[in-house]
């Protein structure tokens, strides 16, 4: 079972980018796909996450507005669409997969997880 993240990269203020985390080994129907992101120095924090249907989405309050989540069920993929980057963005971003659907911020409630893909926005 492998997620792989990709789409980091460096973007001034107000910019956006796409990440993409593509499932692979296994389907993850009826997982809960969320993503994280972790900045030197901090904890782990929760950013968003998807449930298996995309009718249910939650945002960290920091995010709403700016970031989107979706996933396409056919590729197996989940995307986070992020518009208005600010310097506090900056961070690594993993995708993380959690088969009890609970939508639960905690990192620990995740099963499995993609390697990170930086992103870095620049004032």
């Known amino acids: 079972v492998q997620l792989q993240a990709s789409g980091g990269g460096l973007v001034q203020a107000g910019g956006g980018l796409r990440l993409s985390c593509a499932a692979s080994g296994r389907t993850f129907s009826g997982y809960v796909m969320g993503w994280f992101r972790q900045a030197p120095g901090k904890e782990r924090e929760f950013v968003t996450a998807?449930?298996?249907?995309?009718?249910?989405?939650s945002y960290a309050d920091s995010v709403k507005g700016r970031f989107t989540i979706s996933r396409d069920k056919a590729k197996n993929t989940v995307y986070l669409q992020m518009n208005s980057l600010r310097p506090e963005d900056t961070a690594v971003y993993y995708c993380?997969?959690?088969?009890?659907?609970?939508?639960?911020?905690?990192?620990?409630?995740?099963?499995?997880w993609g390697q990170g893909t930086q992103v870095t926005v620049s004032s």
């Open positions: 998807i449930g298996w249907s995309s009718v249910t989405t």
């Open positions: 993380a997969a959690d088969r009890g659907g609970s939508f639960s911020f905690r990192p620990n409630e995740y099963d499995y």
